[in-house]
Structure formats: C-alpha cells, structure tokens
C-alpha cells in the first residue's frame, strides 16, 4: 500500500505521540507499505514554525535524512499535481491538504489522517 501522511500523523509519528491511532501506527510501521511525506506538508510544517504555531526547529534541522531513517519517501509537487489541486471541487479551502488530495488522485496514493474531509474527495483515507 502507497500512503502519504497529512501533518498531523507524521509530527505524531515522529514524537510518538498518542493520538496517532493505532491502525494509522500500524501502517505507518508495516515495512511492506510505502510511506510517502508531500514536500507540502513539509513547506507546511516551515511555514508553522517560522510564524511560531510551531516549536519544531531542532525537527527540521536535517529533516530529509530523519525521513530516510523513517523509510520515508518525498513526494515532489509536479505540474499535473498543481493542476489538479487547483481544479478540485471547494470542499476544502486548506491547500495544502488540496495538494494532498491532488498528489493522491493522480498517484494512486491513500492518506493518513484524522481529518474527514478526505473523505469526501474519494481517495482512501487511514485512521
């Protein structure tokens, strides 16, 4: 299974934090499962930091090799994927989760996350 992790589950994820379920654990963890993080959220995650939302500073310093360790892969934003993100219906004003969305339609991708408006763009959703 191909999954891109939302914000939410890969600051979790990494700080071990509980309210992370445990099916999005699961597979988050099962070595067969390809675990992809969108260079959104990453530009997210800087963007919430750099404003103080954030304290995640010590995080982000070497953050691609701590991906690595994780097994995790980067999903670069392409052409088609800004396309699409900007052509979804309004269901969702976020853009950086219409950019997840985006990248999950064209890549084949579900999405793991505590946020139901995933759900009604039709891609699968863990949690």
Do not use: C
């Not at 070595?31 to 010590?58: F, M, P, R």
């Not at 969305?101 to 084949?108: L, N």
């Not at 505590?114 to 039709?122: A, H």
Request: zero cysteines; proline letters at 3%.
């Amino acid at each position: 299974m191909r999954s891109l992790l939302d914000t939410h589950a890969l600051l979790w994820w990494l700080q071990e934090h509980p309210s992370l379920s445990s099916k999005a654990r699961r597979a988050i963890a099962a070595t067969e499962n390809q675990i992809s993080v969108s260079a959104a959220t990453v530009w997210e995650l800087a963007i919430k930091n750099n404003s103080g939302k954030l304290e995640i500073s010590a995080l982000l310093d070497g953050f691609e090799s701590k991906l690595a360790e994780e097994g995790m892969l980067v999903l670069p934003i392409s052409l088609d994927h800004a396309l699409r993100a900007g052509a979804l219906p309004n269901h969702h004003k976020d853009p950086f989760d219409r950019m997840l969305v985006a990248q999950a339609q064209a890549d084949g991708f579900s999405v793991i996350s505590n946020d139901t408006i995933f759900d009604r763009y039709g891609i699968r959703r863990i949690w």
